[in-house]
């Protein structure tokens, strides 16, 4: 559990980069706005939705005595809101990447360089970037799924869908935020991988943290940059490399 909590504490060091440079860290902002914005009303607008999504899918119950058709489409909607919001951060992290390369590739560079030697440069063009975020919401879309169909459980599904969720989302998460930095080092997706596996303690602590922070309203805009900052870290750290924060780091971008 240690190492858990270490991986943990990678995004609290990710967080103090605004200390460092809080010009770089304020750009990352204006890609996560958008993205979170165009989400959260999709979000929104789902919810609204749910009891006409859920009498749709249950013309069945429609006979049932009242309290048990309405108990079951309560559970049917919590399952569906469940997976979507799993599905909605999944999904923001990757769009947030590829629309906000520019300012994310500036924020990786500046961790990279205060923390000492010469920034990698093995290629990462637009179209890998696309690539991963599609892996990425491929792979959040199977931890959605998963997570909607454990909320059906009665009872303890909801309990039981929320941490399910964030187990399996904070492991794509933590893998598509540390792949610049480990792609940079000219590692293919299958050493990314292998070097990951090695830390999966702290990989899965950083990662869990991550999605539980993206949870709270607004909380994903404000703590894109972070991540991005914290995902650096974590894969200096995984690939062997220093990664602790220096007591000063140059001002400004």
Known sequence: M???WRGAATLIDGVRWWRHRPRLMAAGLIPAAIVGLVLSAAIVALALALPSITSFLTPFADSWDEVWSTLLRLVLGAALL???????IVTFTALTLVVGEPFYDRIWRSVEQDLGGSVPDAP???WRSVGDSASLVARGAFAALCAGLTGLVPVIGGACAAVLGALLNGRVLADELASRALTARGLPASERARFLRGHRARVLG???AVHVCFLIPFAAIAMMPAAV???TLLARHVAGEPST???RAPQGS
């Open 2 to 4: 240690r190492e858990f």
């Open 206 to 208: 950083f990662g869990v």
């Open 229 to 231: 900052a914290g995902a």
């Open 82 to 88: 469940a997976g979507s919001v799993v599905l909605a």
């Open 245 to 247: 924060l220096p007591p």
């Open 124 to 126: 990462y063009g637009l």
